[in-house]
């Protein structure tokens, strides 16, 4: 099955928007609810239809999408995001390639996926330290993990570490549906109008 340079922006969409808010939360210590709702969605979500309804809809990926944008044009604000992505986008080709952490995070979305149901609430804290927890037994133990920096204080506190952590499998998931839609490090590269071009068709 063929997928569209359309399809792999809107999977780089849900990658940014999910870092963007670890960046945030690891400034601030707050977050967009819309943001890690939808996050928190996609990683339950796995008989979706299309690539848009992993996170609910197009429109939920609205700010990923205005990432990218921005990200084209050479006005990123934050010079960290692209390297985080990287580091994320790397770290998806060593956990695919681990059929036992790949099934261990299978098992735990699925367990997680029950207190939301129970809840009502895909991002309630309860979720979130469920999915931080998997996130930190699992897909952080591969070599090399990736760092957050942010403020001190924040960083301190569990569920802030745990909303992150939850964000990051978030992040790793949208990277292997990046790979799925035909995903790859040359087309990165050497697809930037192509793809600036896809993200502007995706917001009008």
């Known amino acids: 099955m063929s997928f569209s340079i359309d399809d792999r922006v809107l999977a ?6 999910a870092l963007q808010q670890v960046r945030r939360i690891a400034e601030t210590g707050h977050s967009e609810a819309a943001i890690v709702g939808a996050a928190m969605d996609s990683l339950m979500r796995v008989d979706a239809d299309s690539p848009a ?7 939920r990926l609205e700010p990923g999408l205005r990432l990218l ?5 050479n ?30 995070v299978a098992t735990g979305i699925g367990q997680a996926s029950v207190r939301a149901r129970q809840t009502g609430d895909s991002s309630h804290p309860d979720v979130l330290a469920a999915m931080g927890g998997l996130y930190a037994d699992t897909i ?38 990046w790979r799925q839609l035909g995903g790859n490090y040359r087309g990165l590269l ?3 109008r192509r793809m600036a071009e896809a993200v ?5």
Not at 12 to 17: N, R, S, T
Not at 53 to 59: K, L, N, P, S, T
Not at 69 to 73: A, G, I, L, N, V
Request: a positive charge; glycine letters at 8%.
């Open 12 to 17: 780089l969409a849900g990658i940014a928007q």
């Open 53 to 59: 309804e992993v996170f609910g809809g197009r429109q």
């Open 69 to 73: 944008r921005d990200y084209f044009r």
């Open 75 to 104: 006005q990123g604000k934050d010079e960290m995001l692209p390297r985080l992505a990287l580091a994320v986008l790397q770290l998806e080709r060593r956990f695919a390639r681990d059929s036992a952490t790949v099934a261990k």
């Open 140 to 177: 952080s133990q591969l070599k090399p993990r990736i760092m957050i920096q942010g403020n001190p204080h924040y960083l301190g506190q569990a569920g802030v570490v745990s909303e992150i952590r939850a964000l990051l499998l978030a992040a790793v998931r949208a990277a292997v549906l």
């Open 190 to 192: 050497l697809s930037r």
């Open 200 to 204: 502007d068709r995706a917001l009008r």
